[in-house]
């Protein structure tokens, strides 16, 4: 079979979906060195809704209503499958500020409630200088005013603390109290010795003015002077040659407005000044993405895993990728198998059709099948799903045509 690309059966717009997945991480944190927390509540237990305080008076201009607690349920393992040896804290992280919310039974699940507290927001929740520097979105609770658990969420993830051990970290942004309380699994990373987790060195390193720079060039690029923004990110590269963050996000400005050459230098440079950072690498990956260049694309998510393994299954996916289309069917189904066992959030449904795909070109027509099926109940709206759709009747019908009963029949 002649080499080709990947995106043979794929639309053109289940190519641009891929190429909008964000080049993040899964925002994984270093735990501490203790396995327990002072505080916390039990997994199990439940607790009951504070009532708001009507300041001594018996009336009220509307009912009083208790805020509603957000449940939220999983189930913490190590990344080799086994449930972890001892109780594992189950915290919330709001703007760098932890929360334990209760701790993991013997077996790794854990039911906590978010929210047991009616208060307005800690102050500890209101994003700080690091918060502002890495472009926090949202905000705590206005001053005197009565936050409740679904506000408190934004800006938080919920993470497992083991010591000597890196999570997952699961989004909360935008959860209620009515959605299904089932997380899924968070993976704990064990980490080796010389394993270190930074915002970046040159973030910590950049000088008052280029800081200040990179904050004017993000706060314009939220109100969407966009020009200005690149503007003040030039800027604070040309106080700070060597200030990866802002390369980066200058890089990103300039990609989405067309400076596809410009950004690629860009993220070259942040590389270039923050080699052990994998974030302009994987926007490095987008980049070779689109363009197709296979080689280049294998090189550089490999030079993504070499730095974090556990941390980005998307870097996975594109070695997988470009593996398939340079022909490597074994590298590009380890690591799409790679890819999907992180995955656990399953953002990335894309995978599974990878997978059906590399099936389809071994004849495991019914392998191919069931990936197939996966990706359409992960993705059932997506732009290729019709596509898959006729993809999964033809491998039902070959496999059924290479079952030994057809072939009995025949």
């Not at 039990?42 to 009951?48: F, M, R």
């Not at 790794?108 to 200088?129: I, M, T």
């Amino acid at each position: 079979m002649p080499p080709h690309s990947w995106t043979r059966g794929v639309s053109s717009l289940a190519v641009a979906a891929i190429l909008l997945l964000p080049a993040l991480g899964q925002n994984s944190t270093t735990t501490s060195n203790t396995g327990t927390a002072s505080s916390g509540t039990s997994g199990t237990a439940s607790a009951t809704p504070s009532t708001p305080s009507t300041n001594g008076s018996n009336t009220t201009s509307g009912p009083v209503r208790s805020p509603r607690l957000v449940r939220i349920s999983g189930r913490v393992m190590l990344e080799d499958g086994i449930p972890p040896p001892v109780p594992v804290v189950i915290e919330r992280v709001c703007n760098g500020a932890s929360h334990a919310e209760g701790y993991t039974d013997s077996r790794g699940y854990f039911s906590v409630q978010l929210g047991q507290s009616s208060e307005a927001a800690d102050a500890s929740e209101a994003p700080g200088a690091l918060g502002r520097i890495m472009g926090a979105t949202g905000s705590a609770a206005g001053a005197g005013v009565a936050a409740g658990p679904e506000d408190r969420l934004a800006n938080c993830e919920l993470r497992a603390r083991l010591g000597g051990y890196r999570s997952q970290a699961v989004s909360l942004i935008n959860r209620s109290s009515l959605d299904n309380p089932d997380v899924g699994t968070i993976l704990l990373h064990r980490m080796g010795k010389t394993e270190e987790r930074t915002v970046t060195a040159s973030t910590l390193k950049a000088s008052k003015p280029a800081r200040k720079a990179l904050q004017q060039g993000m706060d314009l690029a939220k109100k969407k002077e966009f020009e200005k923004a690149m503007d003040s990110l030039r800027k604070a590269v040309e106080l700070d040659p060597g200030f990866a963050f802002a390369w980066c996000e200058l890089g990103k400005l300039q990609l989405v407005h067309g400076l596809a050459e410009e950004a690629h230098q860009s993220f070259e440079a942040g590389a270039k000044a923050e080699p052990r950072w994998p974030d302009p690498l994987l926007e490095l990956s987008l980049l070779d993405l689109h363009a197709r260049n296979w080689k280049e694309l294998a090189d550089v998510s490999d030079r993504v895993l070499r730095l974090d393994s556990f941390d980005y299954p998307q870097a996975f996916f594109f070695n997988a990728v470009a593996n398939y289309n340079l022909r490597r069917l074994d590298a590009a189904e380890k690591g799409v198998r790679a890819a999907q066992r992180l995955d656990t959030q399953h953002q990335y449904p894309q995978i599974a059709r990878l997978l059906g795909d590399i099936f389809a070109d071994r004849h495991d027509y019914a392998a191919a099948a069931d990936e197939f099926r996966d990706y359409l109940a992960l993705a059932p709206r997506a732009a290729d799903a019709p596509a898959v759709r006729k993809q999964l009747e033809n491998m039902e019908k070959l496999a059924l045509q290479a079952s030994p009963v057809a072939r009995k029949e025949e």
